[in-house]
C-alpha cells in the first residue's frame, strides 16, 4: 500500500492503549505522529505545527471530540485539516453529529491495521491535492509570488487582524524601473530573467510573516504586518543593495516603490491601500525621470 512520506498525523485519545496502537500502525509507515490527550492540549499543539490529518476521539473528559473538532473548524488556519473521528459508538445520531462538526470520517474501535491506513491515505492525499490546488489559485505562474487576487484577500485579512489587536502594518508597491527597455532590446526573455530576478531578491530579504504579491508585469506589493513606515528607509536600501548586484544584459537592476501605513483606526479599504502606495511609487518614478 502506497504511503504518505513524513506527513505529520495528530492523534487526540485520552485512552493510552489507543495511542500506542495508532502510532505504531502510522510510525511503521513513515507518518510522524504528534499526540495531544485531550481537546485543549490538541487546540493548543496544532499552532505549533499544522498536521495533516487529525485523528481525533469523539469520547473525552473535559471536552468531547465533537467541541473540539467544533473549535478547531472555527480558525482560518485549522479549518481544512481533515479530522477523522474515532469511535467505539455504535449510533448513527453520534457519527452524524461527528460529521456535522465537520469530520470528514471516522474509524471504528477495535482498529483494523488495513482499513485505519486506508481511510488515513486517501484524506491526506486528498488533502495534499486542494492545497497544490489552492496554491496554484493564489499564485503567479511565471515568478511563484503570490497573485493579484490573493493579494486583496490578505489585506482584507490583515485589516481585520489589526483592527482586533491594535496594531499598524506597512504596505509597499514596487516597480521595475527598466523593464521595458528590456524587453525592446533584449527580448521578452530577459525581460521575464529580469522578473524573476527581483522576485528572488525581493524573497531574500523580506521576513517570513511578509507578502509578495505580483499585481502585473512588472509590479510588485509587498505587505509588511506588524511594521511602522519608519522602518521602510532601512529596508528599501537593503533590498537595493541585493537587487543593485544584478544585472541583466547590462542593464542595472533598480525599481521604484511607494510606501503607505496602515492605521488600527483607519477605515481605508484595501483597494485604498493600493491605490495610495501606488500613487507614492508613480510620484517617486517621475522624480527619477525629471532627474535624469
Given at each position: 500500500?502506497d504511503?504518505?512520506?513524513?506527513?505529520?498525523?495528530?492523534?487526540?485519545d485520552?485512552s493510552?492503549q489507543n495511542i500506542?496502537?495508532?502510532?505504531?500502525?502510522?510510525?511503521?509507515n513513515?507518518?510522524?505522529?504528534t499526540v495531544a490527550?485531550?481537546g485543549?492540549?490538541?487546540?493548543?499543539?496544532?499552532?505549533?505545527?499544522?498536521?495533516?490529518?487529525?485523528?481525533?476521539d469523539?469520547?473525552?473528559?473535559?471536552?468531547?471530540?465533537?467541541?473540539?473538532?467544533?473549535?478547531?473548524?472555527?480558525?482560518?488556519?485549522?479549518k481544512?485539516?481533515?479530522?477523522v473521528?474515532?469511535?467505539?459508538l455504535?449510533?448513527?445520531s453520534?457519527?452524524m453529529?461527528?460529521?456535522d462538526?465537520?469530520g470528514?470520517?471516522y474509524?471504528?474501535?477495535p482498529?483494523?491495521k488495513?482499513?485505519?491506513?486506508?481511510?488515513?491515505?486517501?484524506?491526506?492525499?486528498?488533502?495534499?491535492?486542494?492545497?497544490?490546488?489552492k496554491?496554484l489559485s493564489v499564485?503567479?505562474?511565471?515568478?511563484?509570488?503570490?497573485?493579484?487576487?490573493?493579494?486583496?484577500?490578505?489585506?482584507?485579512?490583515?485589516?481585520?487582524?489589526?483592527?482586533r489587536e491594535?496594531e499598524?502594518f506597512?504596505?509597499c508597491?514596487?516597480?521595475?524601473?527598466n523593464?521595458?527597455?528590456?524587453?525592446?532590446t533584449?527580448?521578452?526573455e530577459?525581460?521575464?530573467t529580469?522578473?524573476?530576478?527581483m522576485?528572488?531578491?525581493l524573497?531574500g530579504?523580506?521576513?517570513?510573516?511578509?507578502?509578495?504579491f505580483?499585481?502585473?508585469?512588472?509590479e510588485?506589493l509587498i505587505?509588511?504586518?506588524?511594521?511602522?513606515c519608519?522602518?521602510?528607509a532601512n529596508?528599501?536600501?537593503?533590498?537595493?543593495?541585493?537587487?543593485?548586484?544584478?544585472?541583466i544584459d547590462d542593464y542595472?537592476?533598480d525599481?521604484s516603490?511607494g510606501?503607505?501605513?496602515?492605521?488600527?483606526?483607519?477605515n481605508?479599504?484595501p483597494?485604498?491601500?493600493?491605490?495610495a502606495?501606488?500613487?507614492?511609487?508613480?510620484k517617486?518614478k517621475?522624480k527619477?525621470?525629471?532627474k535624469?
Open positions: 500500500m504511503t504518505i512520506h513524513d506527513s505529520l498525523i495528530m492523534i487526540v485520552d493510552e500506542r496502537m495508532l502510532k505504531s500502525i502510522l510510525e511503521k513513515n507518518y510522524r505522529v490527550r485531550n485543549f492540549e490538541a487546540l493548543e499543539q496544532v499552532k505549533i505545527e499544522l498536521p495533516s490529518l487529525i485523528l481525533l469523539i469520547v473525552m473528559p473535559d471536552m468531547d471530540g465533537i467541541e473540539t473538532c467544533r473549535r478547531l473548524k472555527a480558525h482560518d488556519d485549522m481544512d485539516i481533515p479530522v473521528f474515532i469511535t467505539a455504535s449510533e448513527t453520534e457519527k453529529r461527528a460529521f462538526a465537520g470528514v470520517d474509524i471504528d474501535r482498529f483494523v488495513e482499513e485505519v491506513l486506508a481511510r488515513i491515505n486517501v484524506h491526506v492525499k486528498l488533502r495534499e491535492t486542494m492545497e497544490t490546488l496554491k499564485t503567479d505562474e511565471l515568478t511563484g509570488a503570490f497573485n493579484r487576487r490573493f493579494a486583496y484577500q490578505m489585506l482584507e485579512r490583515q485589516i481585520r487582524v489589526a483592527r491594535r499598524n506597512i504596505l508597491y514596487c516597480d521595475i524601473d523593464l521595458k527597455s528590456v524587453n525592446d533584449c527580448g521578452h530577459a525581460g521575464d529580469l522578473i524573476k530576478t522576485v528572488n531578491s524573497l530579504i523580506i521576513r517570513k510573516s511578509d507578502f509578495l505580483r499585481m502585473g508585469g512588472d510588485f505587505l509588511f504586518p506588524g511594521a511602522k519608519s522602518e521602510s529596508l528599501i536600501e537593503r533590498i537595493r543593495d541585493s537587487l543593485n548586484k544584478h544585472k542595472q537592476i525599481f516603490f510606501f503607505v501605513e496602515y492605521s488600527f483606526e483607519s481605508m479599504t483597494h485604498d491601500l493600493i491605490k502606495a501606488d500613487a507614492r511609487m508613480y517617486e517621475m527619477k525621470k525629471n535624469a
